[in-house]
């Protein structure tokens, strides 16, 4: 079993930057990937990256690329999502997740994930 606690989030300016956090209970969070997906009202939950359980492959969707970078420290049970030149699109609910699988394909699924946190709401003011 693991819970998931999503934090970092808040109110920002376009250009602005976040970092969100996800801090995994459990001893087993090395051997998960993690992925953070996100959800604006009326829409599906989408994804945004995820990270192989070694930290050594990594994933993003198209949009943001360049602007947001995913890492992990195992020794803290903690994935992060760095997120730089914020635009007004990036508002949502993030929420992070733990998975089995680590490939390009297989990360982008939400039925993959085992496990998911609460959510942490990222606004981003024009």
């Known amino acids: 079993q693991v819970q998931l606690v999503e934090s970092g989030g808040g109110l920002v300016q376009a250009g602005g930057s976040l970092r969100l956090s996800c801090a995994a209970s459990?001893?087993?969070?090395?051997?998960?990937?993690m992925g953070w997906f996100r959800q604006t009202t009326g829409k599906e939950r989408e994804f945004v990256a995820a990270i192989g359980w070694s930290g050594t492959t990594t994933y993003y969707e198209d949009s943001v690329k360049g602007r947001f970078t995913i890492s992990r420290d195992n020794a803290k049970n903690t994935v992060y999502l760095q997120m730089n030149s914020l635009i007004p699109g990036d508002t949502a609910l993030y929420y992070c997740a733990a998975g089995v699988y680590d490939s390009r394909w297989a990360v982008r699924v939400m039925r993959q994930y085992d496990y998911w946190g609460q959510g942490t709401q990222v606004t981003v003011s024009s």
């Open positions: 459990g001893r087993t969070f090395s051997t998960y990937t």
